[in-house]
């Protein structure tokens, strides 16, 4: 296994925020340094056991999005990239934290908003369809199936809540009335033009793009501009074209083979309560989400 970064130590800059995996750092008023550390977060709790590589392998499959849908691409929208090297911002002896896993990004206003585009019913969508045939107050024909193709993208956004906490699904009109009808409309059709393209993309490489999430804020211009990470199997889920089934969950390329092992995991003789802290995942779990994680990239970049 690669050495593993479980949690950056900058001195030469200001630590802004930890997240469950990116830790970021001010550079200056207009800048900031993101590093993807190598942590896992399964059920909202961060694991003790990082994922050698798994920090890099989100950097570059993000940097990838970001030049095919961004304005070196297919020009969807602003992204937050400066286009400066990310080691060029701190001292010589910080540069091995911070190569193939950093991004040095514009720093934005941060919209309270998740962009959720689901192109399939799974997860928490089929579990609300199952009950009310809707998903996030957006009706869908009856008769649909776990793994269903939905008849188009639907957008289903979500409150971000603090780390450590569930984002909540709230309707389009609730995201009205927290960010105006213009930003929020813009929002969604961006979402779904992201979407749809990555998605007619990576069916190409036999890869299935069944729901993923965007993040959006704006400059001091006031620019919508799309930030953060995506497409990547920590905020999508990807299946393989080849064992996609309808009516079943289909193996994923991101963290599902962890949340499984946790489901039947013990912590002092008892089932795993899903609060800190978590069990110690074994090294087998380990190695089979980190061959999970490069598998997509590999395939997509292929």
């Known amino acids: 296994m690669t050495s593993a970064l479980h949690t950056s130590a900058l001195k030469s800059l200001t630590l802004l925020a930890r997240g469950k995996v990116r830790d970021n750092y001010a550079v200056g008023s207009n800048r900031i340094l993101m590093v993807a550390s190598d942590r896992l977060s399964a059920f909202d709790v961060i694991m003790g056991e990082p994922i050698p590589g798994k920090g890099a392998l989100l950097t570059q499959m993000a940097?990838?999005?970001f030049d095919k849908l961004g304005p070196g691409g297919l020009n969807i929208c602003p992204i937050?990239?400066?286009?400066?090297?990310p080691e060029s911002v701190v001292t010589p002896e910080e540069v091995a934290q911070v190569r193939g896993r950093s991004m040095l990004v514009k720093r934005?206003?941060?919209l309270p908003v998740e962009a959720v585009v689901r192109g399939?019913?799974?997860g928490s969508g089929w579990k609300e369809y199952q009950h009310n045939g809707a998903v996030c107050g957006v009706a869908l024909p009856p008769g649909l199936h776990n793994a269903s193709k939905l008849p188009a993208p639907i957008y289903t956004p979500a409150a971000k809540a603090a780390v450590g906490d569930h984002d909540e699904n709230i309707t389009f009109e609730q995201t009205v009335a927290m960010i105006g009808a213009d930003l929020a409309t813009r929002i969604r059709d961006l979402s779904i033009a992201l979407y749809e393209a990555a998605a007619a993309f990576a069916l190409t490489k036999g890869i299935i793009i069944a729901d993923t999430k965007f993040e959006f804020g704006l400059d001091a211009d006031g620019t919508l501009t799309l930030m953060d990470e995506v497409l990547t199997p920590d905020s999508s889920r990807f299946w393989p074209l080849e064992s996609y089934q309808e009516g079943?969950?289909?193996p994923s390329y991101d963290k599902q083979f962890v949340r499984d092992w946790l489901e039947g995991a013990l912590v002092d003789g008892k089932p795993w309560d899903k609060t800190p802290p978590a069990p110690r995942v074994p090294d087998a779990v380990i190695q089979k989400t980190a061959a999970k994680y490069q598998?997509?990239?590999a395939r997509l970049t292929a």
Not at 80 to 85: F, I, N, R
Request: without cysteine; negative net charge.
């Open 108 to 110: 934005l206003k941060p």
């Open 80 to 85: 937050h990239l400066t286009g400066d090297a």
């Open 63 to 65: 940097l990838f999005w």
């Open 120 to 122: 399939y019913l799974a």
């Open 248 to 250: 079943t969950n289909p």
């Open 295 to 297: 598998e997509a990239l």
